[in-house]
């Protein structure tokens, strides 16, 4: 059964030019099962928060259905949403509190006692600091305490909207660590984010979207070996070997990278490439296949410019 579960999910906002309002999602169809690392995966102001909003029953759809552990009624999805802990994207806590005591009044809220909150704040590298307050936490560290408050009371659905946005890469890598023992826990994880390097190091499975619209979805893998790209080195100027490979009948393309050409195929053939180049008197010194990364596969599917899922 799958934990989400989403049907043609649809929200536009009343108003707009002529009055037609705002597509904000259209007809977004996917599913997440128990145990994935799901990354839900956009540029910012593709729908990505109104698809959270609207799981967690913030903001009501305009067409579609969605179900959450199974559930699609009133009843069934109050029951679901018992069974999640969620963070958006930015951290809402008092800011004169410490992070203990903010913690505390999230537990109490949630029937929880002092022995959980001191093992999330163990959790999220925040117990030696649990008495620093929150207007005095670094960006990193408030964003582990909202990781924290979503910890506590063990939820099985974790959903967390843009948990790495604004921070450098060390504050990137230790939230990526606490998903990471999250997923090792057996927690299933919807990670909503427009940071692409960091979706492909976190998240087993993704959807796509863009403009509302969902792009493509499946493995991570599955996704970034979708382009074949062959790597090859030989003997002599690169952009010889370039022009040759870009005659062979299955290339779509071929382009100098360095001392070696990057030539993309239309099929899994390398050896064909190999034996092209060889009667043409090329003899590859290097040649095997090149793993796409996900920003690739995301320009190649949506035709977007190069930079985006950057580090800000």
């Known amino acids: 059964m799958p934990v989400i579960e989403t049907d043609a999910l649809t929200k536009r906002y009343s108003g707009g030019i002529g009055g037609s309002g705002t597509l904000a999602v259209d007809q977004i169809s996917f599913r997440v099962e128990r145990g994935q690392v799901f990354g839900f995966l956009g540029p910012n102001g593709c729908g990505k928060t109104t698809t959270i909003g609207m799981l ?3 903001i009501s759809p305009t067409g579609g259905s969605f179900r959450l552990f199974g559930g699609s009624g009133p009843a069934e999805l109050h029951a679901a ?11 809402n806590f008092y800011p004169y509190l410490n992070c203990r005591d903010n913690l505390h009044l999230v537990a109490r809220v949630r029937g929880r006692g002092e022995d959980q909150v001191q093992e999330t704040l163990g959790m999220v590298g925040l117990a030696d600091r649990q008495k ?3 207007k005095a936490c ?7 305490l909202a990781l924290a408050a979503t910890m506590l009371g063990d939820p099985e659905l974790i959903i967390l909207d843009e948990p790495a946005n604004g921070l450098d890469p060390a504050g990137q890598r230790e939230i990526r660590e606490i998903i990471g023992e999250l997923a090792r826990r057996g927690k299933t994880i919807f990670l909503s984010s427009h940071l692409l390097h960091e979706v492909e190091r976190t998240c087993t499975h993704v959807a796509i979207v863009e403009s509302g619209r969902l792009v493509t979805l499946g493995g991570v893998d599955e996704i970034t070996s979708q382009r ?4 090859v080195r030989a003997e002599g100027e690169p952009s010889a070997l370039r022009d040759a490979a870009r005659e062979f009948p299955d290339a779509s393309g071929a382009e100098v990278d360095g001392d070696r ?13 190999n034996r092209f180049l060889f009667e043409r008197g090329i003899y590859a010194s290097h040649l ?3 793993r796409q990364s996900l920003e690739e596969a995301f320009m ?8 985006f899922g950057a580090v800000h």
């Open 288 to 290: 095997a296949r090149e």
């Open 81 to 91: 949403r018992q069974r999640i802990g969620a963070t958006l994207e930015y951290p």
């Open 132 to 134: 620093t307050k929150f």
């Open 261 to 273: 050409v990057l030539v993309t195929l239309e099929h899994d053939d390398i050896a064909a490439l």
């Open 300 to 307: 190649d599917l949506t035709g977007a410019g190069e930079g």
């Open 228 to 231: 074949i790209v062959v790597s």
């Open 138 to 144: 670094s960006l990193g560290m408030k964003q582990r």
């Open 56 to 58: 967690l029953g913030i």
